[in-house]
C-alpha cells in the first residue's frame, strides 16, 4: 500500500522524515565527534554509514509501532514505512543525483536496509521504552558497525557518538507515534470496538497484545500495552504486568515455535519486518 494511502499516512509521513533526517544528522555527527577520521572519508563510507543509521531506525520503528498500533496494522504499517522512507531519501537526493537518475536505486537500497536490519538486530529481545541491558547490547552493536562503516573500528569516539545519537532517536520516535498515532488511534480502537460490537456488547479495546515473528529458523514474541493504559498503571501494577506477560510471552512464543515449523505450518510463517 502507498504511504498516502494508508490511514496511518500522516505518523508515515513524519516517520520517515524524522528517519531520513536523524541518520543526516548522525553522520554529520560522527563527522564531528572525529575530525581527523572525516577527513578520511570517502562518499562510499559517508553512506555506508548513513545506511547502518537507517537500519537501526527501522529496527526501533518496528518495536515502536508495537505499542501504539492494532497488531494487525503493524506489518502493513512497516511496509507503508518502506515506501515513505524511499519517497523521503528521493527527495532529499533529488538535487544531487539529477532529474535523469534510476529511482529504482534508491528503492533496492532501502528494501537492502530493511531486509538487513531485520536479520541483524531481531537477535536482540529488548523493550525498546524501558533500559535495560539487551537494548545497551543492541545500542553498542549499532555503534561498533558505525565505527567499522567509518573506517574506524573501536574509535571511542565514533561509537559514543553513535550510541547518543541512536539512543537520543528513540526518544524522538517515541513522543512521535505518542502525538501523531496515541489519542487518534485510541479513538479508533473504540470506534472500532463498538462497530464490531454485537448488540448489547460494550466497547472493545485492545489493551494488550502479543506478536510472534519468524525469521530463518528464529522465533521472536514480544508483547506491548495500549499506551493509554499503560500510562493508567501504577509502578507496581506495571512491574507485576511485566513479570507476568514476559512468562507469557515465554509460554506462547514456545507453542508458536513448535507449531510454525511442523510440517503441516510450513507455509504459514509470518514474515517479520525491519
Known amino acids: 500500500m502507498s504511504a498516502s494511502k494508508s490511514p496511518h499516512h500522516q505518523l508515515l509521513r513524519e516517520l520517515s522524515g524524522l528517519m531520513v533526517a536523524v541518520s543526516g544528522e548522525s553522520v554529520t ?11 578520511k572519508l570517502k562518499p562510499k563510507q559517508e553512506w555506508q554509514v548513513y545506511l547502518e543509521f537507517l537500519q537501526a531506525l527501522f529496527n526501533l520503528a518496528d518495536r515502536l509501532s508495537v505499542f501504539h498500533l492494532p497488531i494487525q496494522d503493524q506489518p502493513l504499517f512497516m511496509d507503508s514505512l518502506e515506501d515513505a522512507v524511499t519517497e523521503q531519501l528521493r527527495s532529499v537526493l533529488s538535487s544531487a543525483l539529477g532529474e535523469d537518475s534510476d529511482a529504482m536505486e534508491i528503492v533496492l537500497t532501502v528494501g537492502k536496509a530493511v531486509s538487513e536490519s531485520r536479520q541483524r538486530y531481531e537477535r536482540f529481545r529488548f523493550v525498546v521504552t524501558e533500559e535495560s541491558k ?39 520516535m517515541q513522543a512521535l507515534f505518542a502525538h501523531t498515532a496515541g489519542p487518534g488511534t ?33 522465533v521472536e514474541t514480544r508483547w506491548g500495552l495500549h499506551p493509554r493504559f ?14 507476568l506477560m ?29
Open 186 to 218: 485510541a479513538q479508533a480502537f473504540a470506534r472500532q470496538g463498538a462497530e464490531a460490537a454485537p448488540a448489547g456488547a460494550g466497547n472493545e479495546i485492545k489493551l494488550v497484545s502479543v506478536m510472534a515473528t519468524v525469521t530463518g529458523d528464529e
Open 29 to 39: 555527527m560522527i563527522k564531528r565527534s572525529a575530525p581527523e577520521q572525516a577527513l
Open 230 to 243: 499503560r500510562k493508567d498503571l501504577l509502578p507496581d501494577e506495571a512491574q507485576q504486568l511485566t513479570q
Open 134 to 172: 539487551a537494548r545497551e547490547e543492541f545500542l553498542q552493536h549499532v555503534a561498533d558497525r558505525i565505527a567499522q562503516a567509518a573506517g574506524a573500528p573501536g574509535n571511542g569516539m565514533i561509537t559514543s557518538a553513535a550510541t547518543l545519537c541512536t539512543s537520543s532517536a528513540i526518544g524522538a
Open 246 to 274: 514476559n512468562r507469557v510471552t515465554t509460554i506462547l512464543g514456545s507453542r508458536y515455535a513448535e507449531v510454525a515449523f511442523s510440517p503441516e505450518w510450513a507455509s504459514w510463517h509470518r514474515i517479520g519486518h525491519a
